[in-house]
Each structure stands twice: as structure tokens, then as C-alpha cells.
């Protein structure tokens, strides 16, 4: 057995067995896993496999990080479970217990749809916003190194602009995979919805109906929330007559009925409401935030962003931050917010580096700053240090919201999704010099100030200083 075979294999053992997964995938650095008994896994038996950093329950969902290795131990892991890496329609449906509706369930249902939808479109954010990031520094505007009529800046134009113009197909795609549609379906329902024609009509502002049902028309490029509704409901008429049609029939009817129903209902019910959403009830109250509490915006969330990733709360927040990105062309609360937190929990690492004695802690301290500076991956300095030692979090805390406060101050913007490590800060290229100045002193200083809370707060000076405070106080 190889490295990663034997991993797998450790896995499938902790977490009762191969029979025991009825889905999995993986995003950058974790095994997302959904169960059919939960119960069976035992959580400290993982934790304790060589190669595993941490589990976190999210969305439905064992999360098992393991880093950046995960695709090739998800290959392993697939093949040994035998089981399908998209989640079938399930038989006997009348048969299967249903889970009571709470509260609780229900929000761990939309967590873990739209982490499972859009963790598989991050390497088209990443790839996009690479060519972006890219043609803004080689362009006249910074380093002037190509005219914006050569053949490469249009090339790597329009390549960013095909990454967000045809976000409903990948995103309908992606939905698709995620809730046992048929993908090929959530693509077709999402080009449907940046259908050429669509578009003209809504450009024009021509009145159209569908079935004599008359719509709203818009237009829904680079829209999330439209495509997310659309194949949500989707998996239920699709499943419908997967169920009903026979098995002569299913091949040709199953998909044209479904299209056939989805078509008015997306176009004239949840597409519009989706992009009502979007439009003026996530973007507004993510503008408001900022427009509200101005930089404390940003600086709350340099503060709290890893421990929302934590919770799985913070898709929620990508996907308005994604919404904003698309009307505006950039965001300045949510992204700029994270990328404070993500470059202060490497000055943890950092930090822990430099202030521990111990060969093997300090080693391991390293190891996490590579990590996460190269590899843009913060898992292993939040488990490594965070949970482990308690005291790097205040640290965290504090880098994330200094960085946060000046670049909020400072009014920074980002522009592009793309890298997680220390090229982040070419997001902040599309503003020009000054934002990109900026961006880049905000992230000085999440890193500076994170590192230096580390030293002072784990140095063992200070231990024991707070230990005659608190014999004195008693």
C-alpha cells in the first residue's frame, strides 16, 4: 500500500466502514463525508490517524482535513468505498426515515448545499482571478509591459470573463453533483438561464411569457442564487419521474419532462426570486454592513473569519461577497476581511516558530507557516496551534482585526478571487497602486501584529506573570 492508500484505508475503518458512506468529495484540504449513521465514527480514532490534522461536523457533513494531499487520498478513498462521487436519487423513497425539520437540520441542510456547490467551482474563482490578477500587473496601468489592443491582453480578458460570465452552468453543474441531479441537466438548466435570446430579450426589455405565464425578465450572467434555487427544485422533479417514468421511457422522457417543468418555473418564479435575493437582500445587507459600521466591518471579520470557516458559516458570506463582486467588479468587507485572518493565522505560525522551545513543536510551527504561506492551507496552524494550545487564537484575533481596521480605514477593495497564500494580495490589484499599497501594508500588519501577540502571549515570561496574577487575586 502507498502513503495515501493506507490513509484511506485508516479512514474507512474509523468511520464504520465502507458501508456506512453514502457520499463524499473534497475542496482544498478536507474529505467531506455524509454518513448514513454518524454515530458509527469515532472522531478520536480519526484525529489520531498519521496524516489526519482534524474532523469538524458542518453542513451534515464529517470533515475530515487532511491538506493539501486530499485529492489524491480522495482518489483512494472513492476507490476502496466503491460508492459513486455523485449522490444517487434514492430507491424506495416512501421507505427512507425522514428527518424531523428543525431549526438546526434546516440550516445544516443550505450549509451544506451551498458549501458542497460551491467548493467545486473554486479552482474556476482561482484559475479567473489568476488571469485577472495577472493581466491588471502586466498592463498600462502598473507595469505597462502590453497594450490593452495586443492579442494577449484580450486573450486574458476574456478568458477571466468566461470564468463569471458562465458562472450558472458551473454553478448548475456543481449544484447538480452535489444533490443526485443529473449534472449534465444543471448545466442545461443554467445556459437556459444566459440563454443568448434570454439575454437579448432582457437587454431589450421585451415582454415574454413562458407556457402564456408571463416573466420577469433579467438577465442572470454571473449570478449564484438563480441556478442554486433552480436545481434545488430541480432534484425533486427530476427525482419524480425517476420514480414513476419506466425504464423504457426514462432515457428520453425523464430529462424532457423535467426540463420541460423547470423551464417555467425557474424563468418565472425562481430565477426572478433568486435574483431578487441577490440583488436586494444579500448584496444590500452586505453594502449595509459596511456602509453601517464602516471599517469596524472589516476589522470584526479580520477578527472572526477563521472561526466562522469553522462553523461552515462563512459560504453564506462568499456567496454575497460573490454577488457584490459580480454588479460592483469588487468587494471591500467580506474578502478583504478574510484575507487579514488567513495571512494572520500564518504569523501565528509564525510566531509560535520563533516564541516555542521545544525541537519537535517548534518544527511542527514551521511546517504550518509553509504551509500556509506557500500553500495558502491555514487548517494546520488553527488545529496545530489554535485548538492545541488555546492562546494563538487571542493572537489570531488580534492580527485580523489590525489588518481588518486599517484596510478598512483605508477604504481597500478586492478584485479578483484567486490565490490563498501570500499571492493574495494581487487581489487588491484591479484599485491601482494605492489600493494595492494598501492592501499589502493591511496584510503587514496581520501578520506582524499575529506573530508578535504569539511570541508575548506563549513566551514562558509571561505564563508566569499571569500565574502570580492569579495566585495573588486568590
Known amino acids: 500500500m502507498g502513503e495515501y492508500d493506507q490513509l484511506a484505508e485508516a479512514i474507512i475503518e474509523k468511520i464504520g466502514g465502507k458501508d456506512n458512506v453514502s457520499y463524499a468529495s473534497h475542496c482544498i484540504t478536507r474529505l467531506r463525508l455524509n454518513l448514513k449513521n454518524p454515530s458509527l465514527a469515532n472522531k478520536d480514532g480519526i484525529q489520531e490517524i498519521d496524516g ?11 470533515q475530515i482535513i487532511i491538506g493539501q494531499h486530499v485529492p489524491k487520498v480522495y482518489r483512494d478513498f472513492v476507490a476502496k468505498t466503491e460508492i459513486e462521487t455523485r449522490a444517487a436519487i434514492p430507491e424506495n423513497l416512501d421507505d427512507q426515515p425522514k428527518e424531523k425539520l428543525t431549526p438546526k437540520v434546516i440550516g ?22 489568476m488571469f485577472k490578477a495577472t493581466l491588471t ?32 452552468i458551473y454553478v448548475g453543474y456543481a449544484a447538480a453533483n452535489k444533490i443526485g441531479v443529473t449534472p449534465v441537466l444543471g448545466m442545461f438548466m443554467g445556459g437556459i438561464l444566459i440563454a443568448p435570446k434570454l439575454i437579448e430579450i432582457a437587454d431589450a426589455g421585451t415582454p415574454f411569457t413562458v407556457y402564456g ?17 433552480s436545481v434545488w427544485i430541480m432534484s425533486y422533479v427530476e427525482g419524480f419521474f425517476k420514480k414513476v417514468m419506466p425504464d423504457a421511457f426514462s432515457t428520453i422522457f425523464t430529462p424532457f419532462f423535467t426540463i420541460a417543468i423547470m423551464v417555467p418555473v425557474s424563468l418565472c418564479a425562481l430565477a426572478p426570486l433568486g435574483a431578487f435575493i441577490g440583488s436586494s437582500v444579500i448584496s444590500p445587507a452586505l453594502l449595509g454592513l459596511g456602509s453601517v459600521a464602516g471599517f469596524l466591518a ?68 514551521l511546517g504550518y507557516f509553509v504551509s500556509g504561506i ?65 492592501g499589502i501594508i493591511a496584510s503587514v500588519i496581520a501578520f506582524g501584529s499575529a506573530a508578535a501577540a504569539t511570541v508575548i502571549i506563549m513566551r514562558p515570561k509571561t505564563q508566569q506573570i499571569i500565574e502570580t496574577a492569579k495566585v495573588q487575586t486568590l
Open 374 to 438: 506557500i500553500g495558502g492551507i491555514t487548517e494546520p496552524a488553527m488545529y496545530g496551534l489554535g485548538i492545541r494550545y488555546g492562546k494563538p487564537f487571542i493572537a489570531l484575533s488580534i492580527g485580523g482585526f489590525l489588518g481588518g481596521l486599517y484596510a478598512g480605514l483605508t477604504g481597500v477593495q478586492y478584485y479578483v478571487f484567486g490565490a490563498t497564500n501570500f499571492l493574495s494580495i494581487l487581489g487588491f490589484v484591479g484599485g491601482g497602486s494605492t489600493n494595492l499599497i494598501n
Open 108 to 129: 445544516n441542510n443550505i450549509l451544506g448545499y451551498l458549501s458542497g456547490s460551491l467548493i467545486q467551482i473554486i479552482p474556476i474563482l482561482t484559475a479567473a482571478g
Open 298 to 365: 472589516v476589522a470584526v471579520i479580520g477578527a472572526l473569519w477563521q472561526y466562522i470557516v469553522l462553523t461552515g458559516m462563512h459560504h453564506v458570506l462568499i456567496v454575497a461577497a460573490i454577488s457584490i463582486m459580480m454588479e460592483q467588479g469588487s468587494e471591500g468587507v467580506v474578502m478583504v476581511g478574510a484575507n487579514c485572518a488567513s495571512i494572520a493565522t500564518f504569523g501565528i505560525a509564525f510566531g509560535a516558530f520563533l516564541v516555542l522551545k521545544n525541537k519537535q513543536e517548534k518544527a511542527l510551527s
Open 137 to 168: 500587473v502586466i498592463a498600462p496601468g502598473m507595469l505597462n509591459l502590453v497594450s490593452d489592443e495586443s492579442d494577449l491582453y484580450i486573450l486574458m480578458d476574456f478568458i477571466y470573463n468566461a470564468g463569471f460570465y458562465f458562472f450558472p
Open 52 to 62: 489526519v490534522i482534524g474532523t469538524l461536523d458542518s453542513g451534515g457533513q464529517l
Open 213 to 229: 405565464i408571463p416573466m420577469m425578465v433579467n438577465n442572470y450572467s454571473s449570478t449564484v442564487v438563480p441556478i442554486l434555487l
